[in-house]
């Protein structure tokens, strides 16, 4: 019965690993090429980061994306201004705790820009060593998805990105539009190692 169950393990931690590579996500990103997901911030110095949908050869368009971003450093009073600009004016909630954005006309891929956020840290103590924020489900709705041209919904990943990462080796997501070495949360891949240690 364990040898079974170690192989089952296998079997999904395999699939998953497919997945990982092949899947379509949403990342936030420090530069509108879409491949960087780190970002230094400095007080009165104001950047800009990038929203994106990665969909691959999965889908040539969407028309719509949901989620929303934990642990978003959005505007805080005396601390932080920021600016949201959509590609759309069909904008429903907030990137905190979830948000719609339909595109009358579709965004092709297979690197859908969804739209950016203008960042002015107005306290030099803002933001602390890698702090994360990560793409996950609109809280409302628990969907994390795009739309795709036939008004079909499709789930997907979420991306990290990282403010004032210490060590870039650490913080680097060397993204391309062919889909690998996605931006992922640590739940969405899974090692050998830590299937071995289970046993």
Not at 135 to 149: F, H, M, R, W
Not at 156 to 166: D, E, S
Request: hydrophobic share 45%; net charge negative.
């Amino acid at each position: 019965m364990k040898q079974l169950v170690i192989a089952l393990l296998i079997m999904l931690t395999f699939s998953n690993s497919a997945l990982a590579i092949t899947d379509m996500f949403i990342g936030i990103f420090a530069d509108n090429t879409y491949s960087t997901c780190y970002d230094d911030i400095s007080a009165f110095a104001p950047e800009t980061i990038y929203f994106a949908a990665y969909v691959c050869e999965n889908i040539p368009y969407i028309t719509a994306a949901e989620f929303s971003v934990d642990n978003w450093q959005g505007t805080v009073a005396g601390r932080s201004l920021v600016t949201m600009a959509w590609n759309t004016d069909l904008v429903f909630g907030t990137v905190d705790d979830g948000i719609s954005l339909a595109f009358s006309t579709p965004i092709p891929g297979p690197c859908a820009p969804l739209g950016s956020a203008t960042v002015l840290s107005l306290d030099f103590a803002w933001l602390a060593d890698e702090t994360l924020m990560t793409v996950v489900a609109a809280n409302d709705s628990g969907l994390l998805q795009v739309i795709d041209g036939d008004f079909t919904p499709h789930v997907v990943h979420g991306g990290i990105f990282t403010y004032n990462c210490v060590n870039p080796l650490d913080c680097i997501c060397n993204n391309s539009c062919s889909c690998e070495n996605l931006c992922m949360t640590a739940s969405d891949v899974t090692s050998w190692s830590s299937l071995k240690a289970l046993y």
